[in-house]
């Protein structure tokens, strides 16, 4: 098994910033991409950012200069910094990661979601 759990989001003015995390646990291996996607009332689910192993990032174009995202693979854990917020940002924000994970001699791939943050930016 293998959980991810979200911190970090919360009620915020436009132009404002918070900082989003995800710390990955459970029985891990190793974790390839992790990303933060994103999901408000009425649209799909939706990227904002991913980051690979290496450090490698990408982002979404609505969110390009003012979000960045980061990780430390020792503590396997993702971060997001979202500056100058607008209230188009406003949606439940959820975590992934592609894992390997294992249960006893028996490894497997595992893409799993955190349980989301709720993001709201007042005009």
């Known amino acids: 098994q293998v959980q991810l759990l979200e911190s970090g989001g919360g009620l915020v003015q436009a132009g404002g910033s918070l900082r989003l995390s995800c710390a990955a646990s459970?029985?891990?291996?190793?974790?390839?991409?992790m990303g933060w996607y994103r999901q408000a009332p009425g649209k799909q689910r939706e990227l904002v950012a991913t980051?690979?192993?290496?450090?490698?990032?990408n982002y979404a174009d609505s969110v390009k200069g003012r979000f960045t995202i980061s990780r430390d693979n020792a503590k396997n854990t993702v971060y997001l910094q979202m500056n100058s917020l607008k209230p188009e940002d406003t949606a439940v924000y959820y975590c992934?990661?592609?894992?390997?994970?294992?249960?006893?001699?028996?490894?497997?791939?595992?893409?799993?979601w955190g349980q989301g943050t709720l993001v709201t930016v007042s005009s």
């Open positions: 459970g029985s891990i291996f190793s974790i390839n991409n």
């Open positions: 992934n990661a592609d894992t390997v994970a294992y249960s006893g001699s028996y490894y497997h791939s595992l893409d799993a």
């Open positions: 980051v690979t192993r290496g450090g490698n990032t």
